[in-house]
């Protein structure tokens, strides 16, 4: 890792896509790669993870799940936030920021039929001419009064049958709108309540932990990636030791797999891992570091089965040719 300072979150007005961005950053470090490893274990690009990881766009579900993968961690909270930055980033797409109100325009009067001009009244003699009063101030307009509307003849367009008639079109238009809207409800609570899952049955929809589970158990699982098969998902950690080099070594175990593994992180290309499981004769599993992006990230061996109460040991060799170092524990 490089020895340069953590970016400050963006200044953004998406609370969710920050707190996600922090979630995936924790678990990059976590693994100990670099934005190109990164983005070599990945299917998306260095300058894609360099996005996702300040916020700047929302990560597809599947660059989640990989960052997951790779950072051993269950992806449903990291889904969950998601899914909550998904929400407020759609609200900004529409083009409404988040809490903006829309502007009302003032009242006006509806368009009505129109009415005849009031007759010009006389002006009082009281009544000012000047457009100011002799203190300066402009005087109140006086109320105006509506003028009463001429009655209607029977032959006229709006009397009263007619305009009946009218009035009852609206309402048979209310209540044809209204139900419109009753029966989208109806059809909706049927559906939802089509999709829930039956009482006594023990139906329920698949979490996304089942979805992504381990891959293999037991026999099947001997000398396969603990990483290509699930079983790294929330495993135990048997023994753990800072080596005299500065790296790193544990060894894991997964109760659902039923197996157990080593890892090593902080290495130098061409240093090996070698671990053994139990007196039962199976053989040793053994990693080394490959290259530079090996020495970047965490270097796994592969699996073997390992019951409770198997003694598990895991040695390091460094590449210039130190002494060996070794660490153990016992399965729970």
Excluded: F
Aim: proline share 11%; net charge positive.
């Amino acid at each position: 890792m490089s020895g340069t300072a953590r970016p400050t979150p963006p200044a953004t007005d998406s609370p969710g896509l920050v707190r996600l961005a922090l979630t995936l950053r924790e678990l990059r470090g976590r693994t100990g790669l670099s934005l190109a490893a990164l983005a070599a274990r990945t299917t998306y690009s260095k300058s894609s993870w360099e996005r996702y990881l300040n916020a700047r766009a929302l990560p597809p579900r599947s660059a989640v799940r990989a960052l997951c993968r790779l950072a051993g961690e269950p992806e449903g909270r990291c889904l969950t936030l998601r899914e909550i930055a998904e929400s407020e980033w759609a609200g900004h797409a529409s083009g409404t920021p988040a809490g903006a109100g829309t502007r009302v325009p003032a009242p006006r009067a509806g368009p009505g039929p129109a009415r005849p001009a009031a007759p010009a009244q006389p002006e009082s003699p009281t009544s000012p001419t000047s457009p100011t009063s002799p203190t300066g101030r402009s005087p109140a307009a006086p109320p105006i009064r509506p003028s009463p509307a001429p009655p209607l003849s029977p032959g006229s367009p709006l009397s009263p049958p007619v305009a009946d008639r009218q009035a009852g079109h609206r309402g048979v238009a209310v209540l044809a709108v209204l139900a419109s809207l009753c029966a989208v409800v109806s059809c909706a609570v049927v559906i939802a309540l089509l999709l829930l899952p039956r009482a006594g049955k023990g139906a329920s929809a698949p979490s996304s932990q089942a979805a992504t589970g381990p891959l293999c158990r037991g026999e099947g699982c001997e000398g396969k990636s603990p990483m290509r098969q699930h079983c790294a998902s929330s495993p135990d950690t048997l023994a753990s030791r800072h080596l005299s080099t500065g790296a790193w070594m544990e060894l894991r175990h997964s109760t659902v797999c039923g197996t157990s593994w080593a890892r090593m992180w902080g290495t130098d290309v061409g240093d090996r891992l070698e671990m053994t499981a139990g007196a039962e004769g199976r053989p040793a599993r053994e990693a080394r570091v490959r290259d530079r992006a090996d020495a970047d990230t965490y270097v796994y061996t592969l699996m073997t089965v390992s019951g409770r109460g198997t003694v598990v040991r895991a040695c390091y060799r460094p590449v210039g040719g130190g002494p060996r170092e070794c660490a153990e524990g016992r399965v729970r």
